[in-house]
């Protein structure tokens, strides 16, 4: 098989985008707005539809997770002091 088959990125629509993340397609379009995700690089609109960028969107969902965790722990050590 090609190699470049593997190296390509994988595009989703809303409807996957929300069933993989589990956010609803309003909350996936209000993102857009507030542009919590960036245009060319979380997401692309070839045409009307709106495709994601799934390695990008996985990026952003991992750094999200570290914060909250680096925001726990902080909470955490200032209460022990």
């Known amino acids: 098989?090609?190699?470049?088959?593997y190296s390509m990125e994988?595009?989703?629509?809303?409807?996957e985008l929300s069933r993989r993340t589990g956010l609803s397609a309003q909350s996936?379009?209000?993102?857009?707005?507030?542009?919590?995700f960036v245009k060319g690089?979380?997401?692309?609109?070839?045409?009307?539809?709106?495709?994601f960028s799934w390695p990008a969107i996985?990026?952003?969902?991992?750094?999200?997770?570290?914060?909250k965790i680096e925001s726990a722990s902080e909470?955490?050590?200032r209460i022990i002091i």
């Open 1 to 5: 098989m090609d190699d470049s088959v």
């Open 10 to 15: 994988e595009y989703v629509s809303v409807a």
């Open 28 to 36: 996936i379009y209000n993102m857009i707005s507030t542009r919590t």
């Open 41 to 51: 690089l979380h997401y692309f609109k070839p045409t009307r539809k709106v495709l």
């Open 58 to 67: 996985k990026g952003w969902i991992e750094s999200k997770e570290v914060i």
């Open 75 to 77: 909470s955490r050590s």
